[in-house]
């Protein structure tokens, strides 16, 4: 169909089995995921990368970035096929996505623009998911605080409501020193006082 | 229910990138929210990477040479650093309420500064994206009231928590509003508080009353 994809060596017996089947291509994939298949991961680059190569001409003007961004993209298909999801779209949306993303940082780092965002702040889609453990995190978390509420409050009324102004409503120990009109150094003793007092409570509660 | 969505054209330019960041930010929030607009975004994504990759290219742009020879790097190039799916912190705090981040705040969560107090019932803490891009969290206390005012630039709000509601509608969790200088409102809170995130593109411009007093400390809104 296409002689940029054609095998060299041996044509494949379905006339179906090319990339350009959408079930094929994702079980290439599943291929490179489950086995580090080198030869599914060939197929795959081959019928991939010149697309890409094209579109990211047209988007950068530039041959060599065109090629920095083909490799950077298919590295990462490489190494994070089992990142893709069949249910949520297909391989092509999948390496679209990832070429998204890296075209996104490769004009935030030609701004010299570190503290930028990057396309991992915006779109997670190389991000490691986890999802039922962070949920178990969140539940700690939220038993934790439950537990350290009730701890507060057994602590002097003055340290309690340092912690408080820190801990929960994120002020800096000289924007409590302001709001109370203490000195800054009171603040710091009766943080520290006060962390004691808990680490105590803690220890002895366990 | 969320009835008021960023328009396709929007969701466009965020699934290829092609927005600023702090209205990535924003879209991206709405599209966390609006199982809606994840669908949208994951049909327009299908759409644009089969017209991007599923063209057919004609001249072998790339030689059977270059192509071994990145097959052989890419293969044997070690694993590049894992990125963490979770947020380090996915909830903020403000008036001893705690309200939960969506996925693409909870991400840049590190980025939002403290809050500071600007006017009776507001307070609004600035989410760094660099750029010197304005993108700021907006919290309306019960029975506040920002003054009348249009805007020299485009004016993107999101709400995140809560309800609040101008001249023209009521707006809720998840609810997406662009406005400019063509409209003018008064928004306000009645019943309940409000979490905002919003981005303007200049200043605002108070148009009613005593509150026009407030137009050379327009910076206080903007910044």
Redesign the interface.
């Known amino acids: 169909m296409q002689s940029v994809i054609e095998s060299p060596t041996k044509r494949k017996p379905m006339s179906s089995a090319q990339p350009d089947s959408a079930e094929y291509a994702a079980e290439l994939l599943s291929r490179i995921a489950a086995s580090r298949s080198r030869q599914a991961f060939a197929e795959l680059f081959k019928h991939f990368a010149p697309k890409l190569q094209a579109y990211a001409t047209r988007q950068f003007g530039n041959e060599q970035t065109a090629m920095d961004l083909v490799q950077e993209t298919m590295t990462n298909v490489w190494h994070k096929a089992h990142l893709f999801k069949p249910d949520r779209g297909s391989a092509a949306t999948w390496i679209f996505t990832i070429a998204r993303n890296i075209r996104f940082d490769f004009l935030r780092k030609n701004k010299h623009r570190q503290y930028d965002l990057s396309a991992d702040d915006l779109w997670p889609v190389l991000a490691e998911t986890n999802e039922s453990l962070d949920d178990d995190y969140a539940l700690d978390d939220d038993l934790l605080l439950q537990q350290l509420a009730v701890y507060c409050e057994s602590l002097p009324i003055a340290q309690k409501e340092v912690v408080e102004l820190i801990y929960i409503e994120g002020k800096s120990q000289q924007e409590v020193a302001d709001a109370l009109e203490i000195p800054l150094g009171t603040v710091k003793s009766r943080t520290r006082l006060a962390l004691q007092k808990l680490k105590e409570l803690i220890k002895t509660d366990d | 229910m969320i009835k008021s969505h960023p328009h396709e054209q929007l969701l466009v330019q965020y699934?290829?990138?092609e927005l600023n960041?702090a209205m990535?930010?924003m879209i991206?929030t709405h599209v966390d929210m609006c199982p809606q607009c994840q669908q949208h975004v994951?049909d327009i994504?299908?759409q644009?990477?089969?017209k991007?990759?599923?063209?057919?290219?004609t001249d072998?742009?790339?030689p059977?040479t270059v192509?071994d020879s990145?097959?052989e790097?890419?293969?044997n190039?070690p694993?590049?650093i894992?990125?963490?799916?979770?947020a380090a912190r996915?909830y903020i705090?403000?008036?001893?309420k705690r309200f939960a981040l969506p996925?693409?705040l909870a991400?840049?969560e590190h980025r939002i500064g403290?809050?500071h107090h600007m006017v009776s019932k507001l307070w609004r803490a600035p989410v760094?994206?660099?750029?010197g891009e304005m993108l700021n969290l907006i919290y309306m206390a019960d029975g506040a009231q920002v003054p009348e005012h249009t805007h020299k630039g485009r004016e993107a709000t999101l709400v995140i928590n809560g309800v609040f509601n101008d001249e023209f509608n009521e707006y809720r969790d998840g609810d997406f509003i662009l406005l400019d200088e063509h409209h003018k409102h008064t928004p306000q809170t009645q019943g309940e508080d409000c979490l905002t995130l919003a981005t303007l593109d200049a200043p605002m411009h108070f148009t009613a009353g005593i509150s026009r007093l407030l137009n050379p400390f327009s910076s206080l809104f903007f910044r």
């Open positions: 699934a290829t990138g960041p990535l930010v991206g994951a994504e299908e644009i990477a089969l991007v990759l599923g063209e057919r290219v072998a742009a790339l059977n192509v990145m097959l790097s890419i293969m190039s694993a590049p894992q990125v963490r799916a979770e996915d705090s403000l008036e001893g996925a693409t991400r840049n403290q809050w760094d994206i660099g750029n």
